[in-house]
């Protein structure tokens, strides 16, 4: 007779997502039959068997400190059970079964300066990269962008007052490991100059052949210089991503007078209405003049400002330039049309269709 097998435990991989449910979503699970928005920030979502479960979104910062960590968790203690979860645009929401501690919850939340919204026609937190806090080649600091723009758009946040939800995102460099390329709005920043080529160095630091292997555009070649083996690269093929310096530190990006920061607005990844879209170029260069981006701030907040002000109820940002066109967008924000603006980049395919909607 076989011995019944022993489930192992592990701490390889992450625990099922079951042990963190609430009881209320776990017992409903699959049977939810509707949700509506009852204030700004604050959610619910009805069964068929008639149980409720509230949810109250508020921002918090990407980068936590182990201070607001456990604010977050004493008051999920004390008014939801111990039950909190984090969503893809890092904001905090409350999962509640009691609907009377909604209030006295974000009256807790705005005393400790946190506030309750982003659901529905608002902007949402904004979902960012690392930036200079902890990327080695960013072009910009993404925590610190997200700071300045919150600041400047905080209503937009708290009140549902604009034609449809805009998602902001930020990526410091364009690797983006943030959602910069399908955002109504997005910041990216950019590297302008190749990387600076340590001969010296990289014969000790770096493998040429994964070295080479690394540039998308074959641009790195290799070569000798004064007689040993390194690497030279072509500038006309470069496109400043970087990616070499991440398997050879001896090809340094950074550079704090010609990196900075573009903007991009039009994207979705949203089916309804219209197909998803990719951004689009709307500024191409701006400064990096922390601590406050005055140039990138106020350039979003024009963009916001328009759109709130000029597009149609349910337009995303994306919809209402396309609606009104392009020239007059530019001519509306005063953004310079410029060369860059124009893709002239050889796997652009331009013409392929990005989209499951196909037209018969």
Known sequence: MVAPAVKRKTDIGPPHYEKFLHPIIKENYGKWKYHEVVKAGVLVHVSETGAKIFSVRAASPRL?????????????DKYSGGYLRFTSRNNVEFMLDNEANIDPLINELKQNNIPVGGTKNTISNIVHTQGWVHCHS???????????IMDDLFEYFTEMTLPHKVK??????????????CSDIAILGVHRRPPK??????????EIP?????????????????????????????????????VCPAMPIADPLND????????????????????????????????????????????????AQDAQ????????????????????????????????????????????????
């Open 168 to 181: 902001i995102a930020v990526a410091c460099c364009l690797n983006m490991c943030g959602a910069v390329h």
């Open 260 to 307: 900075g920061v573009s903007i991009w607005v039009g994207g979705k990844v949203s089916n309804a209405r219209t197909q998803p879209t990719f951004t689009k170029l709307a500024i191409p260069y701006l400064p990096n003049n922390p601590p406050r981006w005055t140039e990138v701030t106020c350039a979003v907040k024009k963009i916001v400002t328009l759109y």
């Open 64 to 76: 936590l400190s182990s201070t607001t960590i456990l604010l977050f968790c004493d008051l999920a």
């Open 197 to 206: 080529i340590e001969h010296k160095n990289l014969k000790n630091m770096c």
């Open 210 to 246: 994964s070295t080479v292997a690394s540039c998308p555009t074959a641009a790195i070649r290799p070569t000798y210089v004064d007689g040993k083996p390194s690497v030279t690269i072509d500038e006309d093929r470069c496109m400043f991503c970087g990616n070499c310096f991440s």
């Open 313 to 360: 109820k349910y337009e995303r940002v994306g919809e209402w330039i396309e609606r009104i066109g392009w020239p007059r967008f530019f001519e509306l924000t005063g953004f310079e049309f410029t060369k860059e603006h124009i893709d002239d980049f050889k796997h652009a395919g331009l013409t392929y269709r990005r989209t499951t909607q196909m037209k018969f």
């Open 138 to 148: 960013s072009a910009t600091d993404a925590s610190g962008l997200v700071k300045v």
